[in-house]
Each structure stands twice: as structure tokens, then as C-alpha cells.
């Protein structure tokens, strides 16, 4: 059975910082390459940041660039989110996936933490 469970999601003022965990199960976590998405109330949901399972491959959308930091280890079945810098606009569900190697459509979603920004 895979899980993976996020935690770290809370209260914070503009400006501050969080840091998001999720910690996978029921899968051989170093093939898969790691994510975090959001999703906003009304709105789609986005891509925040991935990991490749390499570790040293990543990608940011341009509203996080240079304020989120997505990090692995793979000795804990762990990816992580470092926020700083946090915005109102951040705030939103924050999910973490995993997607397999290309072409096995192997896909899992946690449960989603939320995040809120604000005074």
C-alpha cells in the first residue's frame, strides 16, 4: 500500500518561512521523481516544485523561483519544500507526488497540508 504523508503546513505571517515534509511508503522511493503542488481555493491546481530522482535535477514555477527550495533524501523516504519569503498568494493546499519512471503511469498523491499566509 503506498502512502505519502505531508507535514509541516500551518499559520504564518508574510515574510516567514515554513517547511514542508512528506514521507513515502509501499514504494522504492529513489526511482521516482518527487513534487509539490497547490491548489488555491477556486483555482486549478499548480505545480510548485519537482526533484528528479537523480536528486540533482529541479524545476520551480517563476512564482516560487528563488524563494522555495525542494530537497531529497532518499536514505528516509523524504522530499522536502523549504518556504521563505511567504506571501498571501502562497496560501493553498499543499500536495506532495510522486511519479514513476517515464511510461509506467505510476502516479501517487498525499493528502495535502494547508499552508496560510497571513497577518
Known amino acids: 500500500q503506498v502512502q505519502l504523508v505531508e507535514s509541516g503546513g500551518g499559520l504564518v505571517q508574510p515574510g516567514g518561512s515554513l517547511r514542508l515534509s512528506c514521507t513515502a511508503s509501499?514504494?522504492?522511493?529513489?526511482?521516482?521523481?518527487m513534487g509539490w503542488y497547490r491548489q488555491a481555493p477556486g483555482k486549478q491546481r499548480e505545480l510548485v516544485a519537482v526533484?528528479?530522482?537523480?536528486?540533482?535535477?529541479?524545476n520551480y514555477s517563476d512564482s516560487v523561483k528563488g524563494r522555495f527550495t525542494i530537497s531529497r533524501d532518499d536514505a528516509k523516504n523524504t522530499v522536502s519544500l523549504q518556504m521563505n519569503s511567504l506571501r498571501p498568494e502562497d496560501t493553498a493546499v499543499y500536495y506532495c507526488?510522486?511519479?514513476?519512471?517515464?511510461?509506467?503511469?505510476?502516479?501517487?498523491w498525499g493528502q495535502g497540508t494547508q499552508v496560510t499566509v497571513s497577518s
Open positions: 507526488n510522486a511519479a514513476g519512471p517515464r511510461l509506467t503511469g505510476w502516479e501517487y
Open positions: 509501499g514504494i522504492v522511493f529513489s526511482i521516482y521523481h
Open positions: 526533484i528528479g530522482s537523480d536528486g540533482d535535477s529541479t
